[in-house]
């Protein structure tokens, strides 16, 4: 079936970096965007950015344009969502989701990882 | 950036009672060119990630219990469950994917009376 599977869960110092991995199975990877998004304790979701796993092309929500890198590993079928200079403020889930329409970016989301907790404390 | 914004925060409904949730955004949704609405709505449970319901407004997603709909066009947009049953308990959120970046809603709570 199709799904995707997270890394487990991150515990970061502030100024530190996390790297969540996201690996896809039950489909053609290359065909589908993915999205990364998360939720902060007891709020709502918020869009990071999305990748092409076939060029690697990406694009960022403003926000955390410097800090957010997205990338992909066609051989394995995993994207990789990386942010630097953590704060207390990034402590979340952070969700990796398949873009619905083959071939399409900025839609919206069919499958979803479990999620990764990852929290950010001294 | 497009706010989303739902109303109400929560909601209790009586088992087989009609749930209506409402979503607004702050432009137009509705492309012209194609007569589309790009909205999509999420059920989310406790400790559980999205599940797609509703995109293009009012298209049920493959599997969804048709007591499940969507409506509105525009700005302002509405999702109702016609009989509440136990396993709607959750949290529904609206998404817009008109343009960049994505946003959703802050999430309406769904819980029985």
């Known amino acids: 079936q199709v799904q995707l599977v997270q890394s487990g869960a991150e515990v970061k110092k502030p100024g530190a970096s996390v790297k969540v991995s996201c690996k896809a199975s039950?489909?053609?990877?290359?065909?589908?965007?993915i999205h990364w998004v998360r939720q902060a304790p007891g709020q709502g979701l918020e869009w990071m950015g999305i990748?092409?796993?076939?060029?690697?092309?990406?694009a960022y929500a403003q926000k955390l344009q410097g800090r957010v890198t997205m990338t992909g590993d066609t051989s394995s079928s995993t994207v990789y969502m990386e942010l630097s200079s953590l704060r207390s403020e990034d402590t979340a889930v952070y969700y990796c989701?398949?873009?619905?329409?083959?071939?399409?970016?900025?839609?919206?989301?069919?499958?979803w990882g479990k999620g990764t907790t990852v929290t950010v404390s001294s | 950036d497009i706010v989303m914004t739902q109303s109400p925060d929560s909601l209790a409904v009586s088992l087989g009672e009609r749930a209506t949730i409402n979503c607004k955004s702050s432009q137009s949704v509705l492309y012209s060119s194609n007569n589309k609405n790009y909205l999509a709505w999420y059920q989310q449970k406790p400790g559980q990630p999205p599940k797609l319901l509703i995109y293009w407004a009012s298209t049920r997603e493959s599997g969804v219990p048709d007591r499940f709909s969507g409506s509105g066009s525009g700005t302002d947009f509405t999702l109702t469950i016609s009989s509440l049953q136990a396993e709607d308990v959750a949290v529904y959120c609206c998404q817009q994917y008109y343009t960049t970046p994505i946003t959703f809603g802050q999430g309406t709570r769904l819980e029985i009376k």
């Open positions: 039950g489909y053609t990877f290359t065909n589908h965007y």
């Open positions: 990748i092409n796993p076939n060029s690697g092309s990406t």
């Open positions: 989701a398949r873009e619905k329409v083959p071939g399409t970016p900025f839609y919206y989301m069919d499958v």
